[in-house]
């Protein structure tokens, strides 16, 4: 159920940035600058419905990977 609510709120969040012909271009460029490619819409909302807890549970385990982490100490004198 969660899940089904994360889904929904992020495609509402892009539809609602796509909106601002702006934030369209922005996205467009980046998108083909690192990519070379740009994805439809559609093409990204079945990405994100095709998502599973699973695989979420993949990336977090990938990024919070502690060997992958770096630290800053701040130290007050």
């Given at each position: 159920?969660?899940?089904?609510k994360a ?17 369209l ?8 600058l ?7 819409l ?6 994100i ?8 549970l ?15 100490i701040?130290?007050?004198?």
């Open positions: 159920m969660q899940l089904h889904r929904r709120q992020l495609k509402g969040q892009i539809t609602i940035s796509s909106e601002n012909r702006e934030n271009m922005l996205n467009i460029g980046k998108s083909f690192l990519y070379n490619k740009v994805d439809s559609a093409d990204i909302y079945n990405k419905d095709s998502l599973t807890a699973i695989d979420l993949e990336i977090a385990n990938e990024i919070f990977d502690e060997q992958q982490l770096s630290y800053l701040y130290e007050q004198s």
